[in-house]
């Protein structure tokens, strides 16, 4: 009886540990900057392809920004960097969402949309390329009401936000 024992808490260890590692084994990874050897890149302007004024402006700063908070990569000049990130600003839009009883807009969506290029410049080869955007729905009036400059810049700062996440975490 006390082999029986013995035999059961062995089977219950070996499940304990086994577990952990056969989850372990499940799911997908990512490949990302610090495991392809970058450590740093280079932002240069933003082109802008739309109306809106100075909106590249806008999301060089936040993406630059962005990039500072995330702390994974060094900003450097071109000459040191091993990437270059290069965006253009290829839409701004404002549109309708929602409207009230008498059918006035209450309710809009900004959305900025970046044709972005992330480039190795050690291997002289483009590691990807992607139409980012970032977005936001706001009210025009009521307690949750916001300016369209306010919303842009919330757009923005969720572009930029959309913009490194994928620069960190590239496939």
């Known amino acids: 009886m006390n082999k029986q024992r013995l035999d059961w808490d062995a089977y ?59 702390g994974n990569l060094r900003l450097l000049k071109h000459e040191e960097a091993d990437t270059i990130l290069e965006g253009k600003v290829i839409r701004y839009k404002t549109e309708p969402l929602g409207y009230d009883k008498n059918n006035d807009v209450e309710q809009y ?15 002289d080869e483009i590691i990807w390329t992607q139409t980012i955007d970032g977005s936001i729905a706001y009210y025009t009036s009521g307690r949750l009401a916001m300016s369209e400059k306010a919303a842009t810049d919330e757009a923005i700062e969720n572009l930029a936000r959309n913009i490194v996440s994928e620069v960190i975490n590239f496939w």
């Open 12 to 70: 219950k260890i070996l499940i304990v540990f086994l577990i952990p590692i056969v989850l372990a084994g499940c799911g997908y990874t990512t490949s990302t900057v610090k495991s392809a050897g970058i450590s740093s890149i280079y932002v240069p302007m933003f082109k802008n392809q739309t109306y809106e004024h100075n909106v590249h402006v806008t999301v060089t700063d936040a993406v630059i920004n962005e990039l500072i908070l995330d």
């Open 109 to 123: 969506r900004v959305v900025v949309t970046t044709q972005v290029v992330f480039r190795n410049l050690k291997k």
